[in-house]
């Protein structure tokens, strides 16, 4: 009887020793309003809409549309003139899905103020 407890507990021994350890549960997705990482509040929503009126092809990439309205808002941030920050979002949102003439740049740069993206991305 002893000996068949002996064997008994060695198969048990081996028969784990073989088996693999359970695979990890798969992470829960990270739930993101965000375009490709880059956070979005309200502002920045606000300011996405207002891309899209002035221009639908803004918002194709709309990770870039936020991060280079955050550009503009640095250039406000560090008090350049109007006509150099409207110089900037003209060349900051050149190319891309949309064509960008200075009354467009007009037009985001004033969208960009309206929406309080730029309070929402830190700058007062």
Not at 51 to 62: F, K, Q, Y
Not at 88 to 114: M, P, T, W, Y
Request: with cysteine; aromatic share 2%.
């Amino acid at each position: 009887m002893r000996n068949l407890l002996v064997i008994f507990g060695a198969l048990v021994l081996l028969a784990g020793c073989g088996s693999q350890p359970p695979a990890p549960a798969p992470a829960a997705p990270a739930a993101s309003a965000s375009p490709r990482g880059v956070p979005v509040g309200p502002a920045g929503r606000t300011y996405l809409e207002a891309l899209r009126s002035i221009d639908p092809g803004l918002v194709e990439n709309r990770a870039r549309a936020i991060l280079r309205g955050r550009d503009v808002c640095d250039d406000l941030a560090q008090g350049k003139d109007r006509a150099t920050v409207v110089k900037n979002a003209a060349l900051r949102f050149a190319g891309g899905h949309a064509s960008i003439d200075q009354a467009k740049a007009e037009k985001i740069v004033a969208a960009i103020g309206s929406s309080g993206l730029c309070k929402e991305a830190g700058h007062a």
